[in-house]
T-cell receptor, first 110, second 110 residues
Framework: RKEVEQDPGPFNVPEGATVAFNCTYS??????FFWYRQDCRKEPKLLMS???SGNEDGRFTAQLNRASQYISLLIRDSKLSDSATYLC???????????FGGGTRLMVKP | DADVTQTPRNRITKTGKRIMLECSQT?????MYWYRQDPGLGLRLIYY???????NKGEISDGYSVSRQAQAKFSLSLESAIPNQTALYFC?????????FGPGTRLTVT
C-alpha cells in the first residue's frame, strides 16, 4: 500500500465548477500536510498547508481528518488556469522529509 | 534569476554511461534533496543532505550517489546508467517544511 494515495483522475470540469480532491495517508504519526501544485512539465510548488482546523485561501479550502487519515482540497469557481496536477504531501515526522502522493490531474474546460 | 537551477535540463545517454546531474541554489538553505518522478508514482526521494558534511539515503538510493560540494551545490551521479533510470529528476531545497524545486532534468537512458 502506498503511504499517500490519490485518485489520479483526470477530473474534467467546466469553468466555474466546484471540484474536490481527496487523499489518504497510511502513517498515523504524520505531523504535517500540504497540497502542492505541478503544472505540466514544470516543478511542484507549494499551494497551501493543511491545518487540523481546516484552512482557506481564496477559492481553495483544505481539510484534514486525522481520525480517518484523510486530506481534502476543494476548489470553488474553477478557472482555466487551475488546470494542473495536485500533489498531496505528508511529512511523517518532525523533520521536513516529505512523502508525495502520485497526484490528481485537473483539467478545467471552457 | 531562478533560485534553484539544474543542469542539464535534458539528457539522453546510453546504458552503462556515467552521468552527473547538477543542482545549485541561491536561497541560502542548508537542506537539499534529489527526487525522481515517474508517471503515476509521484516524487520519490533518492538522497538528501542537511548540511555540507551530511549525506543520507532516501527511499530509492540504489544505483545513485551524491556529492554536496558546498552549501549551494548538490550533485547526483548515476555511475552506470540503466534504462529504468529514465525519469524526470528534481532537486529541491528547504529551510522549513516548504520545499523549493528546481526546473527538473529529463533523463533518458537508451
Amino acid at each position: 500500500r502506498k503511504e499517500v494515495e490519490q485518485d489520479p483522475g483526470p477530473f474534467n470540469v467546466p469553468e466555474g465548477a466546484t471540484v474536490a480532491f481527496n487523499c489518504t495517508y497510511s502513517n498515523s504519526a504524520s505531523q504535517s500536510f500540504f497540497w502542492y501544485r505541478q503544472d505540466c512539465r514544470k516543478e511542484p510548488k507549494l499551494l497551501m498547508s493543511v491545518y487540523s482546523s481546516g484552512n482557506e485561501d481564496g477559492r481553495f479550502t483544505a481539510q484534514l481528518n486525522r481520525a480517518s487519515q484523510y486530506i481534502s482540497l476543494l476548489i470553488r469557481d474553477s478557472k482555466l488556469s487551475d488546470s494542473a496536477t495536485y500533489l498531496c504531501v505528508v511529512a511523517p515526522n518532525a523533520g521536513n522529509m516529505l512523502t508525495f502522493g502520485g497526484g490528481t490531474r485537473l483539467m478545467v474546460k471552457p | 534569476d531562478a533560485d534553484v537551477t539544474q543542469t542539464p535540463r535534458n539528457r539522453i545517454t546510453k546504458t552503462g554511461k556515467r552521468i552527473m546531474l547538477e543542482c545549485s541554489q541561491t536561497k541560502g538553505h542548508d537542506r537539499m534533496y534529489w527526487y525522481r518522478q515517474d508517471p503515476g508514482l509521484g516524487l520519490r526521494l533518492i538522497y538528501y543532505s542537511f548540511d555540507v558534511k551530511d549525506i543520507n539515503k532516501g527511499e530509492i538510493s540504489d544505483g545513485y550517489s551524491v556529492s554536496r560540494q558546498a552549501q549551494a551545490k548538490f550533485s547526483l551521479s548515476l555511475e552506470s546508467a540503466i534504462p529504468n533510470q529514465t525519469a524526470l529528476y528534481f532537486c529541491a531545497t528547504s529551510d522549513t517544511y516548504e520545499q523549493y524545486f528546481g526546473p527538473g532534468t529529463r533523463l533518458t537512458v537508451t
